[in-house]
């Protein structure tokens, strides 16, 4: 079983629906949880990182943590063209810095 | 502005060749990291640093190297390029070590071994 999973995609949403995106993870001692979003031939960068339980909302974009099922999730409101991409799932186990990074899930907004 | 640079964007290397991939930011993070990314294996962490003199391996350490002898710079060098080290690099930094800093990644090299 891998650390961290994501469905591989794609993902196809209709412009304007909502995308769900979900992650996995096995190390219960895992703290904090980072969406990236990365660009075909770039570099990722971060959406938002959650480490609550519940939802936290940044304008578009919805993280979602539920720690005892052990899955955080990412919705995007209202998908646009622009938000295709690949979407990287990263966990934080334990003290310090580290990511382990889920293997990411493209999605593929059509107009 | 602060940032993170990569060099060379694109490195073309022969089986063998000992090649040193070059990291540098302006944010004066403590902490630098160095991943790789394939296909199907997403990122996966190569080395880390979490200040000067002090380095630590990932999860696919074998067959590199790193040191870390300013805040600046983490050089990543493959000792004996091979195949299997084709790849793309990313370098990436956060300021602290607490469970929360975000890491902010540079542009990436591109890496070929013939």
């Known amino acids: 079983q891998k650390e961290v999973e994501q469905n591989s995609g794609p993902l196809s949403v209709p412009e304007g629906a909502i995308a769900s995106l979900n992650c996995t993870y096995s190390d219960r001692g895992s703290q904090s949880f980072f969406w990236y979003r990365q660009y075909s031939g770039k570099s990722p960068e971060l959406i938002m990182f959650?480490?609550?339980?519940g939802d936290k909302e940044d304008g578009r974009f919805t993280a979602q943590l539920n720690k005892a099922s052990q899955y955080v999730s990412l919705l995007i409101r209202d998908s646009q063209p622009s938000d295709s991409a690949t979407y990287l799932c990263?966990?934080?186990?334990?003290?310090?810095?580290?990511?382990?990074f889920g293997g990411g899930t493209r999605v593929l907004v059509k107009p | 502005d602060a940032e993170i640079t990569q060099s060379p964007r694109h490195k073309i290397t022969e089986t063998g060749r000992q090649v040193t991939l070059a990291c540098h930011q302006t944010?004066?993070?403590?902490?630098m990291f160095w991943y790789r990314q394939d296909l199907g294996h997403g990122l996966r962490l190569i080395h880390y640093?979490?200040?000067?003199?002090?380095?630590n391996k990932g999860e696919v350490s074998d067959g590199y190297s790193v040191s870390r002898s300013n805040t600046e710079d983490l050089p990543l060098t493959l000792e004996s390029a091979a195949s299997s080290q084709t790849s793309v690099y990313f370098c990436?930094?956060?300021?602290?070590?607490?469970?929360?800093?975000?890491?902010?990644f540079g542009p990436g090299t591109r890496l070929l071994v013939l």
């Open positions: 990263a966990v934080n186990r334990a003290a310090g810095n580290k990511l382990t």
């Open positions: 959650i480490y609550s339980n």
């Open positions: 944010w004066n993070h403590n902490n």
């Open positions: 990436a930094s956060s300021e602290s070590g607490t469970h929360m800093e975000t890491q902010y």
């Open positions: 640093s979490y200040g000067v003199q002090d380095t």
